[in-house]
């Protein structure tokens, strides 16, 4: 793991940008010191693990233009906050495993329930900020457009859950949902770049 690290931080540091290795570096360091020691403390690691995990896309664009910029910001935004319900949903059709492991996760903490809730709320929370890009005037009408449709299904998915008879059942179909979600919003960003010129 220390070496794959190391590795990918050379190669940032040699090809792209001071920027884009900072900002890779500082995820290695904070998912590693940070997030996976928490997760065996409190289920607020989630959200503590979803900024490392959200980093991508900022450093792509860091790499490129070398800064952050609204864009990278956009696309971070985007991740993190796709990441929670992604997450819950795991979390909730794996809990006997979760729980096995000591690994304190909402639906072990506080229940199927209260965990359906959060991913319906962060669900929620995606509407808008998939669309920040087109918000922003990074992207055009055509992702924005479509990342709006993506997301109100993945929302109405979320809201599904609340009354789903087989919580484990409903969670897997969630999750396989989110697995979509992101494919579909890039073709959609792609679209964009390619017709618009955005």
């Known amino acids: 793991g220390a070496a794959l690290a190391l590795s990918s931080l050379t190669i940032l540091w040699l090809w792209t940008t001071p920027l884009a290795t900072a900002l890779a570096a500082?995820?290695?360091?904070?998912?590693?010191?940070?997030?996976?020691p928490l997760k065996y403390k409190t289920p607020l690691a989630l959200f503590i693990g979803a900024?490392?995990?959200?980093?991508?896309?900022?450093?792509?664009?860091?790499?490129?233009?070398?800064?952050?910029?609204w864009g990278g910001l956009s696309l971070f935004a985007v991740l993190l906050v796709w990441q929670m319900p992604h997450y819950i949903?795991?979390?909730?059709?794996?809990?006997?495993?979760?729980?096995?492991?000591?690994?304190?996760?909402?639906p072990v903490v506080r229940g199927d329930q209260v965990a359906k809730i959060q991913a319906l709320l962060w669900s929620l929370a995606l509407v808008p900020i998939a669309i920040l890009p087109s918000l922003l005037g990074v992207t055009g009408?055509?992702?924005?457009?479509?990342?709006?449709?993506?997301?109100?299904?993945f929302f109405g998915w979320s809201v599904s859950g609340l009354w789903a008879?087989?919580?484990?059942?409903?969670a897997r179909s969630f999750f396989f949902a989110s697995l979509l979600f992101l494919p579909?919003?890039?073709a959609a960003l792609i679209v964009d770049v390619l017709v618009v010129g955005s």
């Open 51 to 69: 900024f490392p995990g959200a980093v991508p896309p900022l450093l792509g664009w860091a790499a490129i233009t070398g800064e952050v910029g």
């Open 26 to 36: 500082g995820a290695i360091l904070s998912y590693v010191l940070i997030y996976t």
């Open 141 to 153: 009408l055509i992702y924005g457009v479509s990342a709006l449709v993506v997301s109100l299904i």
């Open 165 to 170: 008879p087989k919580t484990a059942v409903w």
């Open 89 to 106: 949903a795991i979390t909730l059709f794996r809990k006997d495993e979760f729980a096995r492991a000591g690994i304190r996760c909402v």
């Open 184 to 186: 579909a919003v890039v």
